[in-house]
């Protein structure tokens, strides 16, 4: 938006917005121009040589194909928990009102205001005491705990600001409840959840701290990438995963960001 | 004759709250019906029964005949026109109004003609593509109308439909809703808050007030022979009068309502006879063909609807108010 007085803001204020943004962005490109290096051992300033080898190399490791596969079933299934479960809790919370109602809400919310460790510890206690085998599904409802959390913010709000009065004219109209839910509700949470699920999705293939307490002996792309800092063997191949981690993230995101944002358009324009 | 809808002493609670308490009501079929009353009255929760939306807490509801509690929204031959219009955002205006016809089934061929039919109907044509956003209120309205009307309902229900529309459109939506639903011949049921809709449009009027029927009838009755306080109140801002004042002027020593427009006004002070009263006028309002002329008569308030052509009165003259002898109508207490 723009101020109704002038188009530009102050000198100093988009110094420290230029300087803010290269803090951000600046060890990013490091990493990028590391993937290059002809330097394996340590990460050294300039480097002494380009090369494009370590793409090669990533490409031939097994290991680290097994902890991509791993990293895309669990972010996977766990967003189509959190799609499933999210939507439910949400579409229940906006349309009842009960004792305890924002109690309830706050309670949803919880898990991504926590920090992950603690999420971490409980889970991993809780497994224990139900006598659980950390194994790929411990992993999976770890990241479910905060991707319910996301997928559940977007559809509350695009359910809030549906009118309710539209699922009361499906039905007025003949529409039994299924038909309701695919032809009246689907089509306007729709944007919403695929939002939601891309954010969950982002947010679970790059989480480390809750999968180290979730975890058995699998490692998920973040978990590898934290070994492999510790060796310095071919330590440019993490950059290249690093390279990898941040489109397969940054994508959704964007993504998720359009859609939001264009549902503004969508939804609400009944009344 | 079978009603079109049948309230058999239908009452519905939430909570401690008599939303609606123990109606008795029959609308006979081809009918325009209106119910009138105060928002919290139990007008909205009356259609909604009908609707199906609520369930009656007791008592029994009939359609055309049929037994209505326990049926689904989707199971009933019954539509409504929502308050907000409820059209679905992610449709054009055709598929808005097919969508009842959509989900029994019917091919598209078929359903898109009788959907095109519709929006004739209500004058439409050629907003098809459009969506419900690019729509005027007025236009919102009609689609409305043309979504529920294109399932041929044996009964349509109409939530506060003209509401959210300014005073010159309301009132020519006015006069088409009549138009079309003598044509069509399908009862009408009408909920508003706004007494000049429903005594202008409606065959029959009922009046709630605390979840309870207070007063069935034609317009003309309830306007001229309302039956309480509340609905003289209510149905175009009668003068209430209390028992000992009207005592006084010649009345039966009852609580009356006595019209504003019956009342003529007179300069200057008080002639003997009864059916008159000497008053000070505290307010004067010029409406067009009438002014309304706010006085005072012994601590009584009386306002005055008179033609604007007789005569100039200003704040603080002492005038005369007169009526005939039957303008006085007696009401019974309020239960």
């Known amino acids: 938006m723009r101020s109704e007085r002038g188009h530009r803001a102050p000198r100093a204020l ?81 349309r009842a009102r009960f004792f305890g109602h924002d109690y309830i809400s706050l309670l949803f919310i919880l898990p991504i205001a926590l920090p992950g460790i603690i999420t971490g510890i409980a889970l991993r206690s809780a497994f224990n005491i139900m006598d659980f085998d950390f194994s790929f599904w411990t992993i999976v409802l770890g990241h479910a705990t905060f991707c319910i959390v996301v997928v559940y913010n977007n559809a509350l709000a695009r359910f809030r600001r549906t009118a309710g009065s539209l699922i009361e004219a499906s039905m007025d109209l003949g529409a039994d409840g299924f038909q309701t839910f695919r032809y009246v509700v689907l089509p306007n949470i729709g944007s919403a959840l ?52 941040i489109a397969v993230t940054f994508i959704p995101i964007l993504f998720a960001y359009y859609l939001t944002r264009d549902g503004e358009h969508v939804a609400g324009g009944g009344k | 004759m079978t009603s079109a809808v049948s309230f058999q002493h239908v009452s519905r609670h939430f909570g401690p709250v008599r939303a609606v308490d123990d109606v008795v009501l029959d609308i006979a079929p081809g009918e325009f019906f209106a119910m009138l009353g105060p928002s919290g009255s139990g007008k909205t929760t009356c259609l909604r029964l009908v609707a199906g939306f609520e369930q009656p807490t007791s008592g029994h509801i009939e359609i055309f005949g049929e037994t209505a509690e326990g049926l689904p929204p989707y199971r009933r031959n019954v539509n409504t026109v929502f308050q907000d219009y409820a059209l679905f955002p992610h449709m054009n205006i055709l598929d808005n109004v097919a969508y009842g016809l959509m989900v029994k089934g019917m091919p598209r061929r078929t359903r898109e003609t009788k959907a095109r039919d519709a929006l004739d109907l209500v004058e439409l044509k050629g907003f098809e593509a459009r969506r419900p956003s690019q729509l005027s209120g007025g236009q919102r309205q009609r689609v409305a109308l043309a979504r529920a009307l294109v399932n041929e309902p044996k009964v349509l229900l109409l939530d506060e439909p003209l509401g959210a529309l300014d005073l010159k459109l309301r009132e020519q939506m006015q006069v088409e809703l009549k138009t079309l639903q003598r044509n069509l011949g399908i009862t009408f049921v009408f909920v508003t808050h706004d007494q000049s809709e429903a005594l202008s449009m409606a065959d029959r009027v009922a009046i709630f007030n605390n979840g309870k029927i207070v007063q069935v009838g034609a317009p003309k009755d309830i ?4 039956r309480t ?55 004067v309002h010029y409406q067009g063909a009438v002014t309304r002329v706010n006085t005072e008569a012994a601590g009584q308030a009386i306002a005055v609807s008179a033609p604007s052509s007789f005569g100039a009165v200003n704040i603080g003259d002492i005038v005369t108010l007169q009526w005939p002898a039957d303008a006085f109508h007696a009401m019974e207490d309020e239960a």
């Not at chain 1, 978990?223 to 990898?244: C, D, S």
């Not at chain 2, 306007?223 to 309302?226: A, D, N, Q, V």
């Not at chain 2, 003529?264 to 000070?280: C, D, F, L, N, Y």
């Open chain 2, 229 to 283: 306080r509340f609905v003289a109140d209510f149905v175009g801002s009668s003068n209430v009068l209390p028992p000992d004042f009207t005592q006084r002027t010649g009345g039966p020593g009852k609580w009356v309502s006595l019209r504003p427009e019956k009342i003529t006004i007179a300069a200057g002070g008080m002639k003997p006879g009864s059916h008159a009263v000497e008053a000070t006028v505290t307010s």
């Open chain 1, 194 to 245: 695929l939002a939601g699920g891309m954010l969950a999705f982002a947010l679970s293939f790059d989480e480390v701290i809750v999968t180290t307490f979730t975890a058995g002996q699998q490692s998920t792309l973040p978990i590898w990438m934290l070994t492999e800092l510790i060796r310095p063997r071919q330590r440019p191949v993490t950059n290249v995963v690093a390279i990898f981690v």
């Open chain 1, 14 to 94: 988009s110094l420290a917005a230029i300087a803010g943004l290269l803090f951000l962005h600046v060890p990013l490109l490091l990493i990028f121009l590391y993937a290059f290096t002809t330097e394996e051992k340590s990460y050294q300033f300039p480097p002494p040589g380009l090369t494009l080898k370590w793409f090669g190399a990533a490409w031939e490791r097994q290991d680290i194909w097994n902890a991509l596969w791993l990293s895309v079933k669990v972010a996977s299934i766990a967003t189509a928990i959190a799609l499933v479960l999210g939507t439910c809790a949400a579409a229940a919370v906006s």
């Open chain 2, 223 to 226: 306007y001229e022979r309302p």
